[in-house]
């Protein structure tokens, strides 16, 4: 089993993945993700950071959750990477990983979208991890798609996800049962990837965009910010 998958394990509380799923992990969990990278000296702020992810959230009860930060992974000399959150001037270190792991920014994505969601809608995390797991190693979408990168078009994939769409208990999770998870990747982008975007639509009979989580690596075309 790969030592990526392992902190999978530990983070999401995964299971023995089947054969299946095998397109869907290496996609979502590439290892090699940061292969390549420069190793950056000195300070920990986003300026000096390897890759800088843009980090909008929007659309949570608890006003101080949302909001715009930065999230700067930094590639140290002795092969580990730290993840460091920003928002404005201050931050807040995230972990500290072996780069040989693959990029930790998906494990931080998947754990917030999961702490967020069930913390609007008051459900048990440990129920819609489980959902989120099954999905990741199930009903994965997998598409082409043609994404702006540093004023050039790339090829890329779309990684898409709806845990609860299959749900025994759809009916009572009112909008939260169409959160949606998509992952966009491409081995022209450093780190992997390109974005990583949850969303939840709004609540029928209520105005607004419902939740939206979205991690977009810097320098990624703003038209096609999510």
Request: charged residues 25%; hydrophobic residues 40%; positive net charge.
């Amino acid at each position: 089993m790969r030592v990526l998958f392992l902190l999978a394990l530990i983070l999401l509380g995964f299971g023995e993945r089947p054969s299946m799923a095998a397109e869907t992990y290496d996609l979502l969990f590439r290892e090699t993700a940061l292969k390549g990278l420069e190793q950056v000296p000195g300070g920990s702020d986003a300026g000096q950071s390897t890759l800088v992810y843009d980090r909008v959230i929007s659309g949570i009860d608890a006003g101080q959750a949302g909001g715009r930060f930065s999230i700067g992974l930094r590639i140290k000399p002795d092969d580990n990477v730290d993840m460091t959150l920003h928002q404005g001037t201050r931050s807040r270190a995230l972990g500290n990983y072996p780069a040989s792991v693959g990029n930790p920014v998906i494990m931080y994505f998947l754990e917030s979208v999961l702490a967020e969601i069930a913390g609007q809608s008051g459900g048990s995390p440990f129920y819609m991890r489980n959902r989120i797991k099954d999905a990741l190693l199930r009903d994965a979408e997998v598409v082409p798609v043609s994404r702006r990168y540093r004023n050039r078009d790339i090829a890329a994939r779309q990684v898409t996800i709806r845990p609860f769409t299959k749900d025994r208990a759809r009916e009572r999770m009112g909008a939260i049962s169409q959160l949606a998870l998509a992952v966009t990747v491409s081995d022209e982008i450093p780190g992997w990837y390109y974005s990583l975007v949850a969303t939840v639509p709004a609540a029928t009979g209520k105005a607004g965009a419902g939740y939206s989580n979205s991690i977009t690596l810097k320098g990624a075309g703003e038209e096609d910010r999510p």
